[in-house]
């Protein structure tokens, strides 16, 4: 799990700024989920995509956050208008194609730890 | 949709005793129970798993049972170390829903 790989490491932004996270899977994943963890709680679901598809994003706010996974290049998180209530760790995850032994197997990059000052 | 309960919220034990954390999930779809170590700052890392067709995995000091009937699973960890010490979390995915819907965490202590 240690080929998941996510930067910015740490993030500050003032209210109002853009914050885009930066997310490239494991050797040969296809599958890249996000999460959100805030102090002290446990990790909720954002959005999961394929290359160039967003598979399901019921958990991801309707306005201000967007996710993408391009056909190149790694999965990027971007929010918009940054909030105070934005501060927490956020996790992305990988898994492999489908069809293969331990595809729901999901292994989770170092994070990037958003700060809304 | 899915909810995962996990108890208990923090658990203190002796180094050498035994560790168990239990989970509850709502939606018998779900066929895949995994576990995971949290550091503090640190990624949350797989140390178990477990898939619906199987009733017990063990890997070393680790095991984690699964009652399907009454959906809920658990964790058991012997002849704790203080490297124990973390929150673990567990979680569980519905058949092809490929989310991973997680418990609240437990913090673990090994006290020396």
């Known amino acids: 799990n240690a080929g998941v790989m996510q930067n910015p490491r740490h993030l500050v932004r003032r209210r109002g700024q853009e914050a885009r996270l930066r997310c490239s899977p494991m050797k040969g994943h296809s599958h890249v989920y996000w999460y959100r963890q805030l102090p002290e709680e446990g990790l909720k679901f954002m959005v999961y995509?394929?290359?160039?598809?967003?598979?399901?994003e019921s958990g991801m706010p309707k306005e201000r956050f967007s996710a993408e996974f391009p056909k190149e290049g790694p999965s990027i998180l971007r929010i918009q208008q940054v909030v105070r209530g934005d501060s927490a760790a956020y996790f992305c995850?990988?898994?492999?194609?489908?069809?293969?032994?331990?595809?729901?197997?999901?292994?989770f990059g170092p994070g990037t730890r958003l700060t809304v000052l | 949709g899915e909810n995962v309960e996990q108890h208990p919220s923090t658990l203190s034990v002796q180094e050498g005793d035994s560790a168990v954390i239990k989970c509850t999930y709502s939606?018998?779809?779900?066929?895949?129970f995994p576990w995971y170590k949290q550091e503090l700052g640190k990624r949350p890392q797989l140390i178990i798993d477990i898939r619906s067709n199987v009733g017990e995995k063990k890997d070393q000091r680790i095991a984690v049972t699964l009652n399907k009937t009454a959906k809920h699973f658990s964790l058991h960890i012997t002849e704790t170390q203080p490297e124990d010490s973390a929150v673990y979390f567990c979680?569980?995915?519905?058949?092809?829903?490929?989310?991973?819907?997680f418990g609240q965490g437990t913090r673990l202590t090994i006290n020396p």
């Open positions: 979680a569980a995915i519905i058949q092809g829903a490929q989310k991973l819907v």
């Open positions: 939606d018998s779809a779900s066929n895949y």
């Open positions: 995850a990988s898994s492999p194609r489908p069809g293969g032994a331990g595809t729901d197997t999901q292994y």
């Open positions: 995509l394929q290359k160039e598809n967003i598979i399901d």
